[in-house]
């Protein structure tokens, strides 16, 4: 089974910044796009930042200019850099791994993360 492990939350000061990691694990053969979702309470599930396997970056709106998705192919893993950071991006950050192929298995699927809070506040 494919595992994604995120790290990095955590409390900051408006104008303050954080780094997010997720490592994916389990005999992943490739992984076509990485993405962090953030979900804020008593809101939908919304895309801020995803990369594919050849480094194309998309950006939510209200995040260009502050928040660098990065990701390593060789290892698995992507990275949220988080600057500038204001209330509004209080939220449970989400990992997701899209078009994973495994190794010896049929098929593709995506993985989601378990969370990590992040919260902006003074």
């Known amino acids: 089974q494919v595992q994604l492990v995120e790290s990095g939350g955590g409390l900051v000061q408006p104008g303050g910044s954080l780094r997010l990691s997720c490592r994916a694990s389990?005999?992943?053969?490739?992984?076509?796009?990485m993405a962090w979702y953030r979900q804020a309470p008593g809101k939908q599930r919304e895309l801020v930042a995803s990369i594919t396997s050849v480094r194309s970056t998309k950006y939510l709106d209200s995040v260009k200019g502050r928040f660098t998705i990065s990701r390593d192919n060789a290892k698995n893993t992507a990275s949220l850099q988080m600057n500038s950071l204001k209330p509004e991006d209080t939220a449970v950050y989400y990992c997701?791994?899209?078009?994973?192929?495994?190794?010896?298995?049929?098929?593709?699927?995506?993985?989601w993360g378990q969370g990590t809070q992040v919260t902006v506040s003074s």
């Open positions: 997701n791994a899209q078009g994973v192929r495994r190794n010896y298995v049929i098929g593709v699927r995506d993985y």
């Open positions: 389990g005999s992943i053969d490739s992984i076509n796009a």
